[in-house]
């Protein structure tokens, strides 16, 4: 259907990808041809799908910006491609200037937009002196995909996105939209290509500064000025040949992980991927879904069970106190701009591949005076998961610490509308820029760790996507 005419599409039974393209073709045509005078705002097409893999689809696309989300549960995907609308910013500051300039952006447009999701990211420290490995990714950049397929609830749509701003001509829209759908690539299966062959690995920083950086972290917790704090290592890896930041996803060899997928490509083989298990919070209305996710059990050096490394976790003193630290902030931060806040007192363990996670589930209800993702996103963000406590001083020494920028890595990610938004916090992540790729991961650092094995739990983190490269040899 055109969702802002009202219109219906003359098939609405589930067809294939060509056929949908067909009937979106027409329906389009049809209904921008008798408009003069279109109304400024979102015109939206929608088709019903048969059964079809999204990312495989993304993956056989050319235009970009190329987008792609799925959530942990795995009942939600977005694949996207082409840009009907952008709202992004690209200047130092405060990160809550970030988060208002969205919300507000996105307020002021038109009704048409309100069930519109926009999918992107922002910096982790907007204050943060950037460099040019983050080029492409600024302050923060969300877009409407031109063409999406999505799945959600297990119903498959292929869905075009037409935004008409004050004195454009529906005319030109319009073909700029026909002519995505004519190059579409439609076919059923591809072959994937590989990985080239890795050439090198440089660890920044290294394990010598690495050890450095932690005692002075532990010097911060001894005098009482620090309580916890992430400190995180970026990998570089290069490789013989430049290919496509898509073989990542298409090649992630834990299909059942636990972990949110998320992709994000705006110019040719430049993207962010993040493989988290790590949600900062879902929101429909006022009320928001939000965990705390710290504690890791590292199940290759206990060589046990998933069993074991629960046992293991629930028992260890250090975890449950680096977890208490996440689940106590969030739990206070909540609380002046919510009518209700209800935090699990048991905690859970989420089972990864390699690693396993203490985690504690939290639902809030927001005032409604407070009801705004902005006022979220300045709450959680950055969860003392991937900052630290205190909070600014954390953010303060991890620009001291680390020896690099870490851009979107570790922010927030996801996507957002006017009535809800998800969020998930990107680590175990890399950045892609043709033939080079950067590997990011942290580790969680509280009185009484230990710098080794801190380093291992590095190690660990990148262990999956690290695993990409050999699976594809």
């Avoid at 989300?69 to 809550?96: H, K, S, V």
């Avoid at 988060?99 to 999701?117: G, H, I, M, Q, W």
């Avoid at 591809?190 to 972290?217: G, H, K, N, V, Y």
């Avoid at 997928?261 to 110019?267: A, G, H, I, Q, S």
């Amino acid at each position: 259907m055109c969702e802002q005419q009202n219109i219906i599409i003359p098939d609405q039974e589930t067809l294939q990808i060509d056929q949908a393209v067909a009937t979106l073709r027409k329906a389009i045509y049809n209904c921008t041809e008798s408009i003069a005078r279109p109304e400024p705002g979102l015109y939206t097409f929608s088709q019903p799908l048969m059964a079809a893999d999204p990312l495989r689809w993304l993956a056989r696309q050319n235009l970009f910006p190329r987008v792609f989300w799925m959530n942990r549960e795995r009942n939600f995907t977005i694949a996207g491609i082409g840009c009907a609308d952008r709202i992004e910013l690209d200047e130092p500051g405060p990160n809550r200037e970030s988060f208002e300039r969205l919300v507000s952006t996105l307020a002021a447009k038109d009704p048409s937009t309100r069930s519109a999701r926009y999918l992107g990211g922002f910096r982790f420290n907007n204050q943060e002196k950037q460099d040019g490995t983050w080029e492409g990714f600024p302050s923060f950049c969300f877009v409407l995909p031109l063409v999406q397929l999505t799945l959600e609830e297990n119903v498959f749509q292929l869905t075009c996105h037409l935004r008409i701003e004050n004195g454009e001509d529906i005319a030109d829209k319009r073909a700029q939209l026909l002519d995505t759908l004519d190059h579409l690539d439609t076919a059923e299966n591809s072959e994937d290509d590989q990985l080239p062959e890795m050439m090198q690995i440089t660890c920044i920083p290294d394990r010598e500064l690495w050890t450095d950086c932690c005692r002075q972290a532990l010097e911060l917790f001894e005098s009482g000025a620090m309580e916890k704090i992430m400190l995180a290592r970026r990998t570089f890896l290069e490789f013989s040949t430049g290919f496509s930041p898509m073989l990542y996803l298409l090649h992630y060899p834990y299909p059942k992980n636990s972990t949110y997928r998320f992709y994000f490509e705006p110019e040719k083989n430049r993207a962010f991927i993040s493989f988290t298990p790590e949600r900062l919070y879902r929101r429909n209305g006022p009320v928001i879904l939000t965990e705390a996710l710290a504690g890791t059990c590292m199940k290759e050096s206990i060589k046990g069970s998933d069993d074991l490394a629960s046992e293991m976790l629930l028992n260890s003193e250090k975890d449950i106190r680096e977890h208490g630290f996440v689940k106590d902030t969030i739990y206070r931060e909540l609380q002046p701009v919510s009518s209700s806040v209800e935090m699990e007192e048991k905690l859970r363990v989420l089972q990864l591949n390699r690693l396993a996670h203490l985690y504690t589930r939290c639902t809030a209800t927001l005032k409604p005076e407070y009801c705004s993702d902005s006022t979220v996103l300045s709450l959680l963000h950055p969860t003392p998961a991937v900052g630290g406590v205190p909070r600014e001083e954390a953010l303060q020494h991890i620009m001291h610490l680390e020896p690099f920028c870490r851009g979107w890595y570790a922010a927030p990610v996801g996507w957002i509308s006017r009535d809800s938004a998800e969020f998930c916090v990107g680590i175990r992540s890399a950045l892609v820029n043709s033939g080079n790729t950067n590997l990011y991961s942290g580790a969680g650092l509280v009185k009484g760790s230990d710098p080794d094995l801190e380093w291992e739990e590095v190690e660990q983190k990148i262990g999956d996507i690290m695993a990409i490269t050999s699976h594809t040899a």
